[in-house]
């Protein structure tokens, strides 16, 4: 598997995935494991990489993610927003002289504090791709669900939402666990949960009154899992779309996630567009990539 081109990792919490490009930047080879950044031991990663050098040859390596967390190989610091390609490429983190650079995350740090690590990747890959307009609202969906403004093509500005962690405590550990083990889907009771979601702005009674419309039979157990991730998704889309510009609201991600935030979307009178997230991760490590092979 060695040859002339570039690898290119997705390192996070605990997953990572891995391309291969050749010298035109088409991906030749692609794998995912579960050796995320917290399954490498103390002080193990130049091993880790010694061992990807010896699969893939003496071949740039360019990573994003939590690899360059406070809890990854070496700490990249942010790039403070407005966030251009231009700004990532030159806060390019070399840990191994021109061999391997991680990129920065992005920060906001001004009336509020927020961060992101490998999300970047992906909004500027999809601006980059002409798979979204220069001037967009972006979603990234996920555990920590990601809205940001990009002006120009420039990241000017993000929010991080916590309703995909939310919605897995309340599944394992909360009072309402024994109802929410049924698949989420989209239905009735999702979308009534988005609405109630969008509109009423009480989310922390209206979580407890899902198990009240359960013992007073106005909710059927099998839908409770889909009204409460309804729910979590409207007050999600209640903080993200706050002063949204016009246009359609682009949708960057897994497409099982993408879909219910499309459903959830619709209910808000957005239009949206899903974008392929592996497809924009590589677009933006291309991007970023330029002039280092």
């Known amino acids: 598997m060695?040859?002339?081109?570039?690898?290119?990792?997705?390192?996070?919490?605990?997953?990572r995935r891995i391309f291969l490009l050749d010298a035109q930047g088409a991906v030749v080879h692609r794998e995912a494991d579960a050796l995320g950044v917290t399954a490498v031991p103390p002080g193990g990663f130049p091993n880790e990489m010694a061992r990807l050098r010896e699969r893939?040859?003496?071949?740039?390596?360019?990573?994003?993610?939590?690899?360059?967390?406070?809890?990854?190989?070496?700490?990249?610091?942010?790039?403070?927003?407005?966030?251009?390609?231009?700004?990532?490429?030159?806060?390019?983190?070399?840990?191994?002289?021109?061999?391997?650079?991680?990129?920065?995350?992005?920060?906001?740090?001004?009336?509020?504090?927020d961060v992101m690590r490998g999300e970047e990747v992906q909004l500027f890959g999809a601006v980059a791709a002409?798979?979204?307009?220069?001037?967009?609202?972006?979603?990234?969906?996920?555990?920590?669900?990601?809205?940001?403004?990009?002006?120009?093509?420039?990241?000017?500005?993000?929010?991080?939402?916590?309703?995909?962690?939310?919605?897995?405590?309340?599944?394992n550990h909360s009072l309402l666990a024994p109802q929410l083990s049924c698949e989420v889907v989209d239905g009735e009771a999702f979308r009534d949960g988005v609405r109630r979601g969008l509109d009423d702005g009480a989310l922390l009674s209206d979580l407890f009154g899902t198990r009240a419309s359960i013992l007073l039979d106005r909710l059927d157990p099998a839908d409770a899992a889909s009204y409460v991730s309804g729910l979590l998704l409207g007050a999600d889309l209640r903080i993200g779309l706050h002063r949204a510009p016009s246009g359609p609201v682009g949708l960057i991600g897994d497409p099982a996630l993408t879909r219910l935030?499309?459903?959830?979307?619709?209910?808000?009178?957005?239009?949206?567009?899903?974008?392929?997230?592996?497809?924009?991760?590589?677009?933006?490590?291309?991007?970023?990539?330029?002039?280092l092979r």
């Open 2 to 15: 060695r040859g002339e081109g570039l690898v290119t990792i997705d390192w996070g919490t605990t997953n």
């Open 56 to 113: 893939f040859g003496n071949v740039p390596f360019l990573l994003a993610g939590m690899i360059g967390s406070s809890r990854g190989w070496v700490e990249a610091p942010y790039v403070r927003c407005p966030v251009t390609f231009e700004t990532l490429r030159e806060s390019l983190l070399w840990v191994e002289p021109r061999q391997t650079a991680i990129v920065p995350g992005a920060c906001v740090d001004a009336q509020r504090a």
């Open 130 to 171: 002409g798979l979204v307009a220069p001037d967009a609202l972006l979603c990234l969906p996920g555990t920590h669900t990601k809205w940001a403004r990009i002006v120009d093509g420039a990241l000017i500005d993000f929010r991080t939402v916590m309703a995909g962690e939310m919605f897995a405590l309340l599944r």
């Open 261 to 291: 935030f499309g459903a959830a979307l619709d209910e808000a009178g957005y239009t949206h567009q899903e974008v392929d997230g592996e497809r924009a991760f590589l677009a933006g490590m291309a991007i970023i990539a330029e002039g």
